[in-house]
C-alpha cells in the first residue's frame, strides 16, 4: 500500500526552526514530483514548496527564503526545513506527491508557532 507519513511538526515558538520529513513507501520514489502543502483552520489548503523529479523547486511567497525544500532519493524521503517561523504559518502540513494523474496525500502534520 502506498503511503506518505509526514513527522516532524510540532509547537513551536516565533522566529523558531522546525524541519518536516515526509517518507514514501513508493516504488521509484525518485519519478515522482512532490510537494508540501499546508491548511489553516478557516482556509484553503495552500501549495508552500514544490521539487520536481529534477530537483527544481519552487516556494511560495510568503516563505520565500525561510522555508527550504529537498529530497533524498536514497531514502525516499522529502523535506521542508522551516525557519524563521511566523504565526500565520501555524497549520497543517501535508505531503503531496504526483506522478500524471496519480496524485497521493499524506495524513498531515501539526505546525503550531507560539509563544
Known amino acids: 500500500q502506498v503511503q506518505l507519513v509526514e513527522s516532524g511538526g510540532g509547537l513551536v515558538q516565533p522566529g523558531g526552526s522546525l524541519r518536516l520529513s515526509c517518507a514514501a513507501s513508493i516504488s521509484i520514489f525518485s519519478i515522482y514530483n512532490m510537494g508540501w502543502y499546508r491548511q489553516a483552520p478557516g482556509k484553503q489548503r495552500e501549495l508552500v514548496a514544490a521539487?520536481?523529479?529534477?530537483?527544481?523547486?519552487n516556494s511560495a511567497d510568503s516563505v520565500k527564503g525561510r522555508f527550504t525544500i529537498s529530497r533524498d532519493n536514497a531514502k525516499n524521503t522529502v523535506y521542508l526545513q522551516m525557519n524563521s517561523l511566523k504565526p500565520e504559518d501555524t497549520a497543517v502540513y501535508y505531503c503531496?506527491?504526483?506522478?500524471?494523474?496519480?496524485?497521493?496525500w499524506g495524513q498531515g502534520t501539526q505546525v503550531t508557532v507560539a509563544s
Open positions: 521539487i520536481t523529479s529534477g530537483g527544481r523547486f
Open positions: 503531496n506527491a504526483a506522478l500524471g494523474l496519480t496524485i497521493l
